[in-house]
């Protein structure tokens, strides 16, 4: 069994890589699951056995590089979350600023806004005067000002867009305090991929 386990996350990995290597020169749009399947030299039976489709894929990429290893790490401060978020696009902003473009049903950024609500959620839980519909607000906000950050020309350091979006976060009346003792609790809180 531990065999099988080896080989399916290689190629899942395989899969992984190839996605977005394809994404970085080459639009969601155009790329076919037989594209995907060549450059790793698999047939698509293996990789329908990993993936129900194309999306599925994107959507387990931000989930495997970036929601597990979150959610093994505890955020000491506010901030954090978004930073190490930020970080992370940003050091694979080829790959998500074709990402972020998908729209329609199962797109990653829908993804993407669900896994950022489910945070936000959380802290309008625990914020006085903040709804349901707060969330929804602030985490379309959220993807919104991603999907900017990363289509532009010359994106801002992450450091600076976190600087950027703060205050406009702040104000928006979640404070994004809660954030910082998410932690482990963080996997609880995101979409499964």
């Not at 990429?61 to 696009?89: G, N």
């Not at 959220?142 to 450091?159: I, Q, T």
Request: aromatic letters at 14%.
């Amino acid at each position: 069994m531990s065999a099988e386990r080896s080989i399916s996350g290689n190629t899942r990995r395989q899969l992984i890589s190839a996605i977005k290597q394809l994404m970085s020169t080459q639009s969601f749009r155009s790329i076919r699951v037989n594209d995907i399947c060549d450059l790793c030299h698999i047939n698509r039976k293996s990789f329908y056995y990993h993936y129900k489709d194309k999306f599925d894929l994107v959507n387990n990429v931000f989930y495997t590089e970036f929601i597990l290893p979150a959610s093994q790490k505890h955020y000491v401060s506010d901030w954090d979350l978004l930073s190490d978020m930020s970080r992370y696009m940003y050091g694979c902003k080829a790959f998500y600023r074709n990402a972020l473009l998908i729209r329609g049903q199962n797109s990653f950024y829908d993804y993407f806004t669900a896994t950022l609500e489910s945070i936000c959620a959380a802290l309008a839980a625990s914020s006085p005067g903040c709804t349901r519909n707060s969330a929804k607000f602030l985490s379309r906000m959220l993807a919104s000002a991603f999907e900017y950050w990363l289509n532009e020309k010359d994106p801002l350091s992450p450091e600076s867009f976190i600087a950027t979006i703060r205050p406009l976060l702040l104000t928006s009346g979640s404070g994004l305090s809660a954030v910082a003792g998410y932690g482990s609790d963080f996997a609880a809180l995101t979409p499964n991929a």
